[in-house]
């Protein structure tokens, strides 16, 4: 390294003395190395956020995820979320449309952490969750009106989800939005 007394030696003519060409070269090489590091740490850090992203886009598109979004389009009402409910020991409809829920759920709480890049959820299935929200917001009431909110860490489990639909055109109702957003557009 060049020392700090070198830099500010000056030479016979007044002119600062720069040290040897080795020192700078060394010197050279060393703030390439760190702008080296500096961008391998970048491009992993998006290499992973799209491994994720492409990670959960395989587990969204397996046959019984797809079959469960399909499912998620009978709810047309809290009461049919209920019935599939009660009926879940006897088929596997709960199960399959509830891990479809879940799963969007996942990829808005990733979304919404940054863990996955935002433009690009949004455009591989924000028009899916937008589509579908009508239905949703059905088993989000179920799900917070049947005590499972009540839970250790559920709490507000569904709120990267209504996060997610506010991040599309989709009508969010108000009563699913949190306190400190008076409408989707707030």
Same mark, same amino acid.
């Given at each position: ?7 500010? @030696? ?10 040897? /060409? ?6 050279? @090489? ?11 740490? #970048? /491009? ?9 992203? /492409? ?6 598109? @397996? ?5 469960? !979004? ?10 049919? /979320?209920?019935?599939?409910? @009660?009926?879940? $020991?006897? *088929?596997? *409809?709960?199960? !399959?449309? *509830? ?5 969007? *759920?996942?990829?808005?709480? #990733? ?23 009508? $239905?949703?917001? $059905? #088993?989000?009431? #179920? ?37 400190? !957003? ?5």
């Amino acid at each position: 390294m060049i020392p700090l007394s070198a830099l500010a @030696a000056r030479g016979e003519a007044g002119a600062p003395e720069i040290g040897t /060409v080795a020192e700078w070269v060394a010197a050279v @090489a060393a703030l390439m190395a760190i702008g080296l590091s500096i961008f391998a740490l #970048f /491009v992993a850090w998006r290499s992973s956020r799209r491994n994720s992203l /492409v990670s959960l886009q395989e587990r969204l598109d @397996a046959r019984e995820v797809s079959e469960g !979004r399909r499912i998620i389009y009978d709810a047309k009402s809290v009461n049919d /979320v209920a019935k599939m409910f @009660a009926r879940r $020991h006897k *088929n596997s *409809n709960w199960d !399959r449309a *509830n891990r479809a829920v879940n799963l969007w *759920n996942t990829l808005a709480q #990733f979304t919404r952490l940054g863990i996955v890049d935002r433009k690009l959820s949004l455009k591989l299935w924000g028009d899916s969750v937008e589509e579908a929200w009508e $239905h949703l917001e $059905h #088993f989000i009431r #179920f799900r917070r009106g049947a005590g499972f909110a009540d839970m250790p860490g559920r709490k507000d489990k569904w709120s990267s989800l209504v996060w997610f639909a506010t991040n599309t055109t989709a009508r969010v109702s108000p009563d699913l939005l949190p306190p400190d !957003r008076q409408s989707p557009l707030g």
